[in-house]
Nanobody, 129 residues
Framework: QEQLVESGGGLVQAGGSLRLSCVAS????????????MGWFRQAPGKGREFVAA??????DYVDSVKGRFTISRDNAKKTVYLDMNNLRPEDTAVYFC????????????????????WGQGTQVTVSS
């Protein structure tokens, strides 16, 4: 009943742009800013899940490899978090996952997979060279 659903993935050329969306459903996700942090992770073939970006009350955070290229934002009225990606590179190819964590259990580890309680099913992003 509490779900995160990603969309917007696809095949793009290197240097192109893509917007990923994550829609939250259920009463659990009624207040993003005060009650939850939201994050994006990705997993490339043969690799572990990697932190990409997070948004919380104090601002946003990004992994160094996407700084200046990706932007995380959210619209609480739409219960949606976005990841705007530009200047995409082949190494950005991965399955991208949306995640959420209640602030009641948040302990500062926004870049840790283990921090988050809720996960989406993932959306595939493929960047061709």
């Amino acid at each position: 009943q509490e779900q995160l659903v990603e969309s917007g993935g696809g095949l793009v050329q290197a240097g192109g742009s893509l917007r990923l969306s994550c829609v939250a459903s259920g009463s659990t996700f009624s207040d993003y800013i005060s009650d939850y942090i939201m994050g994006w992770f990705r997993q490339a073939p043969g690799k572990g899940r990697e932190f990409v970006a997070a948004i919380k009350w104090s601002g946003t955070d990004y992994v160094d490899s996407v700084k200046g290229r990706f932007t995380i934002s959210r619209d609480n009225a739409k219960k949606t978090v976005y990841l705007d990606m530009n200047n995409l590179r082949p190494e950005d190819t991965a399955v991208y996952f949306c995640a959420a964590d209640p602030l009641t259990s948040y302990d500062g580890h926004y870049n840790s997979e283990q921090e988050y309680s809720y996960w989406g099913q993932g959306t595939q992003v493929t960047v061709s060279s």
